[in-house]
């Protein structure tokens, strides 16, 4: 104990560490003023705005929560095609429906791929894994104009219960890590399941499965986060479904309609709090080693 | 005989047991594979036949061009004559290439450096390098929107800076908004490259970095020597994976103006694909230009990582 202590007093600082040091405090403070700052705007009447606008060296000194009050009142939008307004529970639902099931694809998917091409010694199973490898080195530009086109004909466009489908695809990073984390597992475990008469099926999610769960779960949670926050895929594929996004990113474009800029990052920060807890909630989980699933030997 | 008779049972349990496998592999990929065959092999195939096409408004379809088949590649070499400067988007999505590889990736490596030593404040500046991959980003734009514009532009013009118009520093029209804006870009985007970074540091043997640290090294050589190797091809992976984003990347333009009009001092050539894709009434006409556009770049892209591939390779010998 006592070593340790010492080791740790008797650690030289070196330069590097110093100027890095400093730098991620400047990192620190730039990020932070203009989040401060949107967040005191956030409690400013329009008309005491006005005057910080005319002196903007003094911030205002009255705040309320009336542009929380108006901004949740005023958080209604017509989609795309429509005469009624959809109010912020309706966007709240929408935008549940379509980060829930297009995280679970994008997880579920992934997974059940890399397991198949790491725990069988199929041919196919390696020709799964160039397939995901070419496709991540190979960049395809401008293919978006054929999506559409190709979702709008098979009846995935504008179709919030099945635009899931779009994002059930095994071609992303987190196929290599799953890939990996089943690969690491002992091929003892799967052979002493089948001697005790276990199915395929049944080593899978009891046998196997039960080894990346952690993994599972902030791969299912980055993607959750990542779905709530894009607004760009449903303002393009899911015009009659607006989610919290597409609705973030038109009232950012007429902010003069909607009690200008103090009211806009009050109605944002009403739909980003609920995000940011869960990150702050799971933030040890999220910043973790996200290959520490499988044996630890 | 009962060994015999054993080894038959055995066989044919084998055979069974591989059938089951057999059925239960393919089970297991048969729809992911059909997803990607549909989503990813037809889209390419449709994308490379758009580009041939062009769109019929009477049949609402999109026909094959009869009278000139490149007409659309032609179309992407004449955006210049009408008006777009195609070189300045080239440029800019080169400046914002080159920013990302170098003052993207360096500091990304020596932040990681810092928390992977687990120097003062390490989890503390883990946390707030990957708050803004957490924080929607359409929140932090329009703040930072607001920011400047109500804030810092309003301030300079208290000082007696004058801005042509009320968007002030961030005016896209102007030579302020393109710097700021990628300033911005590369300042929020560290958090992945520091959590991959910091993992693949994990992987470095703690004897290596010990040993020396006994025989002297400082922690710069140490980082260029010992750790930088070690992570090489995490790096050599964003690079490549970053080329993409040279036809790709829109620099967050479109959170922060929208569909916006000639505005080439900004605009990259992702911001311009992107705003050409836009809903709107008369979208379809670009899509089959935008699809030759597309592919023009798609095969520019492809060269430019089999080059990197190669520096890489000679670098790594």
Not at chain 1, 11 to 36: E, N
Not at chain 1, 110 to 132: D, H, L, M, T, W
Not at chain 1, 220 to 247: C, E, H, K, M, R
């Amino acid at each position: 104990m006592m070593r340790r202590e010492s080791a740790k007093t008797h650690r030289k600082t070196s330069p590097l560490f110093v100027i890095v040091f400093v730098v991620l405090i400047i990192y620190v403070v730039v990020l932070l003023v203009p989040l401060i700052w949107g967040l005191f705007i956030s409690f400013v009447s329009r008309d005491a705005y006005s005057e910080y606008l005319h002196n903007p060296l003094v911030l205002p000194t009255s705040y309320s929560f009336m542009n929380y009050i108006n901004g949740f009142n005023d958080f209604n939008i017509k989609p795309v095609g429509s005469y009624t307004e959809q109010n912020i529970f309706e966007i709240l639902g929408q935008t549940l429906i379509y980060s829930i099931s297009c995280s679970l694809a994008a997880t579920i998917v992934p997974c059940v791929c890399a397991y198949a091409a790491a725990r069988y010694n199929f041919k196919f199973g390696k020709v799964i894994y160039g397939i995901v490898i070419v496709t991540m080195a190979i960049p395809i530009v401008g293919n978006l104009p054929s999506e559409i086109v190709v979702a709008q004909r098979l009846g995935i466009f504008d179709n919030l219960w099945l635009f899931w489908i779009m994002k059930a695809n095994f071609l992303s990073i987190y196929f290599l890590l799953f890939h990996s984390i089943f690969k690491g597992i002992p091929m003892a475990y799967t052979e002493a399941a089948k001697i005790d008469g276990a199915g395929n099926f049944k080593i899978m999610i009891n046998c196997i499965m039960p080894f990346a769960l952690g993994t599972i779960g902030i791969v299912f949670l980055l993607n959750f986060i990542n779905f709530w926050n894009d607004y760009q895929i449903p303002y393009y594929y899911l015009p009659s479904y607006p989610v919290v996004g597409t609705a973030v990113f038109n009232f950012s474009l007429h902010s003069e309609k909607f009690g200008g800029i103090p009211q806009l990052i009050a109605m944002i920060f009403i739909v980003a709090i609920p995000i940011i807890a869960l990150a702050i909630a799971f933030n040890k989980k999220l910043m973790s080693n996200l290959s520490d699933g499988g044996i630890k030997e | 005989m009962t060994k015999a008779l054993l080894g038959g049972y055995n066989r044919s349990n084998k055979v069974k047991s591989g059938t089951k496998d057999a059925i239960f592999f393919y089970a297991l990929l048969i729809l992911p594979v059909l997803q990607f065959i549909i989503f990813y092999i037809y889209v390419n195939f449709n994308s490379i036949l758009m580009s041939f096409q062009r769109y019929d408004s009477t049949q609402a379809s999109f026909v094959f061009l009869t009278d000139n088949a490149f007409k659309n590649f032609q179309g992407v070499f004449e955006l210049t004559s009408l008006g777009l400067d195609l070189g300045r988007l080239a440029l800019n999505s080169l400046i914002l290439w080159l920013c990302i590889v170098i003052f993207g990736t360096i500091p990304a490596i020596i932040f990681s450096y810092y928390i992977y030593r687990k120097r003062a404040l390490c989890h503390f500046f883990k946390f707030f390098l990957f708050l803004p991959s957490i924080i929607p980003s359409i929140l932090l734009t329009t703040i930072f929107k607001g920011f400047m514009i109500d804030c810092i532009s309003n301030i300079m013009q208290v000082f007696g800076v004058t801005f042509k118009t009320s968007n002030g520093l961030l005016d896209p029209y102007s030579n302020t908004a393109f710097p700021i804006l990628l300033a911005y870009y590369i300042w929020i985007s560290f958090g992945s490259q520091v959590l991959f970074y910091t993992n693949a540091m994990a992987q470095v043997s703690p004897s290596l970095v010990e040993a020396s640290q006994l025989d002297g090294c400082g922690e710069s050589r140490i980082l260029l020597h010992v750790v930088l190797p070690g992570i090489l091809p995490t790096v050599k992976t964003f690079i490549i994976a970053s080329i993409a984003g040279l036809f790709t990347n829109q620099m967050m333009l479109f959170n922060f103006y929208g569909v916006i009009d000639n505005a080439p001092r900004i605009a990259t050539i992702g911001y311009f694909i992107y705003s050409m894709a836009a809903p709107g009434p008369s979208n379809y006409d670009n899509y089959p230009l935008m699809a030759a556009f597309g592919l023009c770049c798609s095969v520019l892209a492809i060269g430019a990582i089999f080059g990197i591939n190669q520096l890489f390779k000679r670098f790594e010998k």
